[in-house]
């Protein structure tokens, strides 16, 4: 099992910047690729993000590329989503998620089989 604990969220103005963290423990040698992901009220959890953990190919969704980046510390077992130029639309709970076997170009929740409880993020326009 692998567990998963997200910080860093909160309330900014659009515009403004958030860095999110997600630390992961157990068996952390298991894993292949981790992800974000988020879920606004009344919507579907969408992707935001993933690495690979070995090589760090990274990908994001089309919302999010040039103000979104993705990247992670094995010595720490730490993924970070550094958020830039954030918009009204960006608020929703981000979700850390990883996987033992999807390759990181996968974008469906259904692939990842660890997921942390989620952090609020808010840009206030």
């Known amino acids: 099992q692998v567990q998963l604990v997200e910080s860093g969220g909160g309330l900014v103005q659009a515009g403004g910047s958030l860095r999110l963290s997600c630390a992961a423990s157990?068996?952390?040698?298991?894993?292949?690729?981790m992800a974000w992901f988020r879920q606004a009220p009344g919507k579907e959890r969408e992707f935001v993000s993933a690495?690979?953990?070995?090589?760090?190919?990274?990908y994001y969704a089309d919302s999010v590329k040039g103000r979104f980046t993705i990247s992670r510390d094995n010595a720490k077992n730490t993924m970070y989503l550094q958020m830039n130029m954030l918009k009204p639309e960006d608020t929703a709970i981000y979700y850390c998620?990883?996987?033992?076997?999807?390759?990181?170009?996968?974008?469906?929740?259904?692939?990842?089989?660890?997921w942390g409880q989620g952090t609020q993020v808010t840009a206030s326009s």
């Open positions: 157990g068996r952390t040698s298991s894993i292949a690729t």
């Open positions: 998620a990883a996987s033992s076997y999807a390759p990181a170009s996968s974008r469906s929740a259904n692939n990842f089989n660890f």
């Open positions: 690495i690979r953990w070995s090589g760090g190919a990274t």
